[in-house]
Every structure is written in structure tokens, then in C-alpha cells.
């Protein structure tokens, strides 16, 4: 799974470890145009999918910046942690 990577923060270069991750559901709905009324809604919630796989996007817990799963691998990918500590 993609979400074992490490991540860094695009956003303020420095979080590596506290993250929200923000999955998508799609409700299907069918509504009266003329009220707004929801005359039907599916049961069932469904995963959003990007291509193959789930649409997921990753919140950062420091800076709040939020984006694609994506951008915090190849953050952390491109600025490889300075030590290999374990955060205690
Ligand atoms: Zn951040």
C-alpha cells in the first residue's frame, strides 16, 4: 500500500508524521429539480476511484496543506529524512 510510504509535507518541508488521510465516497442521488427534494439515494457509498485506484488525498497536520497522496511521496522521496531516528 501506497499510504506505508514515507511521506514529508510539500507544503512546510518539515512534518513526516502527522497526517490525515481524506478517502472520497460517491452517494448516488436523484432529486425532484424543481424542489431539491432527494428521492432517491443509494444505499450504498462507494470509494471514489482515480483511474485504478482509490482517490485519496493527504492532509497535513502542521500546515494544513492538502493534496494528492502523491506529492508527500515524492516530497519525501526527494528529501530523504537526515537521520533515521525514531521519534520517540
Ligand atoms: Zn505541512
Not at 510539500?10 to 508524521?17: K, L, V, Y
Not at 502542521?62 to 494528492?68: I, L, M, P
Given at each position: 500500500m501506497d499510504h506505508q510510504r514515507p511521506y514529508l509535507c510539500?507544503?512546510?518541508?518539515?512534518?513526516?508524521?502527522r497526517f490525515e488521510l481524506i478517502f472520497h465516497f460517491v452517494q448516488e442521488v436523484q432529486k425532484d429539480?424543481?424542489?431539491?427534494?432527494?428521492?432517491y439515494a443509494a444505499d450504498e457509498l462507494l470509494p471514489l476511484s482515480r483511474g485504478d485506484r482509490p482517490a485519496m488525498d493527504v492532509r497535513c497536520c502542521?500546515?494544513?496543506?492538502?493534496?494528492?497522496e502523491g506529492l508527500f511521496i515524492k516530497a519525501a522521496r526527494r528529501n530523504a529524512p537526515p537521520a533515521l531516528q525514531r521519534p520517540s
Open positions: 510539500p507544503g512546510c518541508q518539515g512534518n513526516r508524521s429539480p424543481a424542489t431539491g427534494q432527494v428521492l502542521v500546515c494544513q496543506f492538502t493534496g494528492h
